[in-house]
């Protein structure tokens, strides 16, 4: 798989851009599709996942390190002004408001949902 950076459109669209990277999609589209510009739901991020023919774990997992991570999965992250929707692929961290990343952005607690396409 190959991952292209997209940065969130809006303050409120790291979900859609999230969704954007792991379908080769537009987040303009995957807002359009949602019908939805603002944050996103857990809800709609599995569903749009599992509608793209992506596999969505159950399992809400807290994380600490990058180590403990799958080859790919959503990322929420308790950053200092909000929860957040964040990607990570073998090794990279794709952030839709921080960019390209070795490690976690500046972040609180942190969970994952692996993902499997």
């Not at 303050?11 to 603002?38: F, P, Y």
């Not at 809800?43 to 596999?55: N, P």
Request: with cysteine.
């Amino acid at each position: 798989m190959n991952i292209k950076y997209i940065h969130e459109p809006t303050d409120l669209q790291c979900g859609q851009a999230v969704l954007a990277m792991v379908l080769g999609l537009t987040a303009e589209h995957v807002a359009d599709d949602l019908h939805n510009e603002r944050e996103t739901t857990l809800r709609e991020m599995k569903q749009y996942f599992r509608e793209h023919a992506v596999s969505v774990s159950d399992e809400r997992i807290q994380v600490q390190t990058k180590q403990e991570l799958p080859p790919l999965c959503l990322l929420s992250l308790e950053t200092p002004r909000c929860w957040h929707w964040s990607l990570y692929h073998d090794g990279t961290f794709y952030d839709p408001e921080h960019g390209v990343m070795d490690d976690f952005p500046v972040c609180g607690r942190k969970y994952y949902w692996e993902l499997n396409t």
